[in-house]
Nanobody, 126 residues
Framework: VQLQASGGGLVQAGGSLRLSCAAS????????KGWFRQAPGKEREFVAA????????KYTDSVKGRFTISRDNAKNTVYLQMNSLKPEDTAVYYC????????????????????WGQGTLVTVSS
């Protein structure tokens, strides 16, 4: 599976961005999707995940109420809507996917994901 993330950019604090991640190659709907981010000098951290059918989502505490993960299985695309952005959200954002079959599951650790996109940079200015 190949993943292509897009939508990053420069935004002022309080602004919004929507990231997209399109999958190609060996695709089906039976994959959980996740977003991670890595700020300079820090470890890559979990941001959000969505189950294969979109029924279940999970977020890290720092983005709850501000970010929304969603997916369109017909387009093999997962989205991350980011609102009320803060300077501390500045990072390279990575999408990831892993096969779960028809199990409703939202992986939240790096080791649980098998395929990764190349990352898109989000910069939030104060």
């Amino acid at each position: 599976v190949q993943l292509q993330a897009s939508g990053g950019g420069l935004v002022q604090a309080g602004g919004s961005l929507r990231l997209s991640c399109a999958a190609s190659g060996r695709t089906s709907s039976s994959y959980a999707k996740g977003w991670f981010r890595q700020a300079p000098g820090k470890e890559r951290e979990f941001v959000a995940a969505i189950s294969w059918n979109g029924s279940t989502t999970k977020y890290t505490d720092s983005v709850k109420g501000r970010f929304t993960i969603s997916r369109d299985n017909a387009k093999n695309t997962v989205y991350l809507q980011m609102n009320s952005l803060k300077p501390e959200d500045t990072a390279v954002y990575y999408c990831a996917t892993t096969y779960t079959g028809n199990v409703v599951y939202t992986p939240s650790t790096r080791d649980e994901y098998s395929d990764w996109g190349q990352g898109t940079l989000v910069t939030v200015s104060s």
